[in-house]
């Protein structure tokens, strides 16, 4: 499939980060956001049955082949926000949409919450709040991340003698994934290195938050969002279940779409991915 887009390279004011180009120049400007841990290759089989989009899938930064953050800097979320508005920029996007999952899908709303003059839509996979804390717990919090950051000199990444083992790990991760979506994601996500191959991923990226958002705080920004949002839930995913989260959903005015799958239910399989691209298409078609 590597033949259905293009890969470039976006040079930021601070950072480097790498792309897949799919779709006609002249489609309407998408920017689609993976998940934490995932790169690019997450919308590999999503992004060429998207009808008449220009879609720039990036690495995150620390992710797949983008540059890790400079030593001393984190991966705060709101962090993401910025690296994805500067690739607007780049492009020359004052108006543009957002394709995200997971994590993508949090650093999404994020974005449109703050600047609602710059998206035009949100279509979001199985992902809308980030994991909250509440004030009570903050310095407890802190002090885990401080702790960590002075530990992580002394960790190494895992290496695996075989691609298969790579492969199998990814499998059982968090967001478990079919072996075909831990095929396409380690494709993009494994080195070499001496003993066989490890993760490009940023070891930072796994280390505790030393802050994070109250609920009250996270809600805001999600009621906050202006543009039309098509929302997919997959059956076995992340998001149904949650008693708290159902009721937030029902006063707010999404196009909500419950599938069948997992959590990457729009990489596992081309069934899946038939699905989700059914309800996006129908949603970017949408006046």
């Known amino acids: 499939m590597s033949d259905l887009f293009e890969e470039v390279r976006l040079s930021l004011p601070h950072s480097e980060l790498a792309a897949h180009l799919y779709g006609p120049q002249d489609g309407l400007p998408v920017i689609a956001l993976h998940g934490w841990l995932d790169n690019a290759a997450s919308f590999t089989r999503l992004a060429p049955r998207l009808q008449g989009l220009r879609i720039v899938a990036l690495d995150f930064a620390g992710h797949g082949h983008s540059e890790h953050r400079p030593a001393g800097a984190g991966y705060a979320i709101w962090d993401y926000v910025l690296d994805v508005l500067q690739v607007a920029e780049q492009f020359g996007w004052k108006r543009f949409s957002l394709l995200g999952h997971s994590m993508g899908a949090i650093v999404s709303v994020l974005l449109a919450a703050a600047l609602p003059e710059r998206v035009e839509r949100l279509a979001l ?65 494994l080195m ?19 802050l994070r958002l ?24 992340l998001l149904l279940g949650h008693p708290s989260l159902s009721g937030l959903l029902q006063g707010l005015p999404f196009d909500l779409q419950r599938l069948a799958g997992g959590h990457h239910l729009h990489l596992d399989d081309e069934l899946g991915a038939a699905s989700v691209a059914a309800c996006f298409n129908r949603f970017f078609a949408a006046p």
Not at 140 to 169: M, N, S
Not at 196 to 205: A, E, F, I, Q, V
């Open 125 to 189: 996979i199985d992902g809308l709040l980030p994991f909250t804390g509440e004030a009570d717990s903050a310095p407890d919090k802190l002090g885990e991340a401080l702790k960590a950051q002075l530990a992580l000199a002394g960790k190494r990444k895992p290496v695996y003698a075989r691609i298969e083992q790579a492969v199998e790990a990814r499998m059982k991760g968090v967001g478990a994934v079919s072996r075909e979506a831990a095929e396409l994601l380690a494709q993009r996500g």
């Open 192 to 210: 070499p290195v001496p003993g066989g191959y490890t993760w490009r991923t940023d070891s930072r990226l796994t280390l505790p938050s030393p």
């Open 214 to 237: 109250t609920r009250e705080h996270a809600e805001a920004f999600v009621r906050r969002v202006q543009c039309p949002v098509s929302l997919v839930l997959a059956e076995q995913g």
